[in-house]
């Protein structure tokens, strides 16, 4: 158990493709796979390797995230020694860098007992046990290990991460992009484990250089004047980079393999509970393929669905192919394909609601559909 690691939550993540979902929330807690956050997997994973001690660096529009994490009890992180630790929880305009960030917290890396980190972001979906992955980097003597995993992005879901050029010692050479040229590629997972005092001396020379866009610059320049290893991974990922691979990844849980990796494998995926009833299916009503939350009533059709918690699908509505976040109605007669509905949305009766599978329609936050339509169709006149 990694009992003498720190766990790091850089939250600086590229949300310009996710305006949809992020526009008052931070990627880490929008809701995936009906009743979680997208940050829950990489905190599991943490507390799964026996991690005491985790900070979460963040930027803006936190309090969806605050609200979540609490206190950290779900993750046992509620503690006196170690335990959750949040920074700059508020709205600033314009953000700065993850660098400054970590340097004006430097007092949780002074003041926390563990001499390893592990450092990661929240939007790779992975399930992994890091006590591998630190023994790997213990053993090889690495100075930074990264994760990666070797793919061939058809469906272009790693578009512009970061990709690692490797030799026949999985030592990085150089760093680059993935382009989506159809080839196999060794994807970065944004996760990086060294030493305490490493990390604190690259902060120290990012501010005093004062030329890095984010803490992960620090890191590729040294590619050449340090040990930097690579450990492949080699199950499930996934990456929450724009609205078409939110969706992708979301009904990548309709698979069994892939819920069986990420729920039953390797240890817990833990969330902030909710004390809702179980959902009622009435009489006369359909569910085919789908994944459905507590608290739920269903009167009418869903198939190959999400359905987050609360949510009430009226007498002959239709839901395919869909996400519905949490205290969403669907009334009678609706009909929905190839959407994502955020909370407390409503969807008049009748109405239709189609997009597509690379394109899939989103309605913001507490949105009535009918008023959508009209003021869609007062912008055309």
């Not at 997997?41 to 309090?63: C, E, M, P, W, Y």
């Not at 995230?65 to 314009?94: A, Q, V």
């Not at 046990?129 to 469906?155: L, P, Q, R, W």
């Amino acid at each position: 158990m990694l009992a003498n690691y720190i766990g790091i939550l850089n939250l600086n993540e590229d949300e310009s493709n996710l305006k949809s979902l992020t526009m008052n929330r931070p990627l880490a807690s929008v809701i995936i796979f009906g009743r979680y956050r997208v940050i829950d997997f990489i905190l599991s994973d943490f507390v799964n390797a026996g991690i005491k001690t985790v900070g979460i660096f963040g930027q803006t529009h936190s309090r969806s995230l605050i609200d979540h994490l609490g206190t950290g009890k779900p993750w046992d992180l509620d503690r006196k020694m170690g335990g959750l630790f949040i920074f700059n929880y508020c709205l600033e305009n314009p953000p700065i860098s993850d660098v400054k960030l970590l340097k004006n917290n430097m007092e949780f890396f002074h003041r926390s007992s563990g001499d390893h980190v592990i450092l990661a972001s929240s939007r790779m979906i992975y399930k992994i046990d890091f006590n591998k992955v630190a023994k790997y980097h213990e053993e090889m003597g690495n100075d930074i290990t990264v994760v990666y995993k070797k793919v061939k992005d058809e469906e272009g879901r790693f578009l512009n991460c970061d990709v690692f050029n490797l030799d026949e010692n999985n030592k990085v050479l150089s760093v680059g992009k993935v382009l989506g040229l159809n080839v196999s590629v060794n994807v970065s997972m944004e996760t990086f484990i060294m030493k305490k005092d490493l990390l604190v001396d690259f902060i120290y020379e990012g501010i005093e250089k004062n030329k890095h866009g984010s803490f992960k610059e620090c890191i590729y320049e040294s590619v050449n004047k340090l040990k930097v290893g690579a450990y492949e991974y080699k199950g499930y990922l996934s990456c929450v980079n724009s609205i078409k691979n939110y969706y992708i990844t979301s009904m990548d849980i309709l698979d069994l393999r892939v819920r069986k990796e990420l729920f039953f494998e390797g240890g817990k995926v833990y969330t902030k509970t909710n004390d809702s009833p179980p959902t009622k299916y009435y009489e006369g009503c359909e569910v085919e393929n789908s994944l459905i939350s507590n608290g739920c009533l269903i009167k009418g059709k869903v198939k190959n669905s999400i359905i987050s918690r609360g949510v009430e699908i009226k007498e002959g509505a239709v839901v395919e192919d869909s996400i519905i976040f949490s205290n969403c109605i669907i009334e009678r007669g609706a009909f929905l394909k190839n959407a994502i509905l955020d909370k407390n949305v409503i969807v008049e009766e009748g109405k239709k609601l189609i997009g597509d599978k690379k394109f899939p329609i989103v309605i913001e936050k507490g949105e009535i559909v009918e008023n959508l339509l009209r003021k869609a169709g007062e912008s055309r006149k």
